[in-house]
C-alpha cells in the first residue's frame, strides 16, 4: 500500500441520522461518537450542515 492511499466509507442515511439523534439528545459528545463509531470529525460536522441541524 501507498502513504496516500485512503479508504472510502460510505454510510447510508438511516446511520447518519441515528448518529444526529445521539448528539442532539445529549447521549454523547461529537467527540465520543467519533470515537465510538470511528468517524472523522468533519464527516459529523458534514453531516450536520446536510441535514440542518443546530448542534
Given at each position: 500500500?501507498?502513504?496516500?492511499?485512503?479508504?472510502?466509507?460510505?454510510?447510508?442515511?438511516?446511520?447518519?441520522?441515528?448518529?444526529?439523534?445521539?448528539?442532539?439528545?445529549?447521549?454523547?459528545?461529537?467527540?465520543?461518537?467519533c470515537k465510538l463509531y470511528s468517524?472523522?470529525?468533519?464527516?459529523?460536522?458534514?453531516?450536520?450542515?446536510?441535514?440542518?441541524?443546530?448542534?
Open positions: 500500500m501507498y502513504k496516500n492511499d485512503k479508504v472510502i466509507r460510505r454510510y447510508s442515511d438511516p446511520f447518519k441520522l441515528k448518529i444526529l439523534a445521539e448528539l442532539s439528545t445529549g447521549k454523547h459528545t461529537k467527540s465520543e461518537l468517524i472523522a470529525p468533519t464527516t459529523v460536522n458534514e453531516w450536520i450542515k446536510k441535514y440542518n441541524r443546530k448542534d
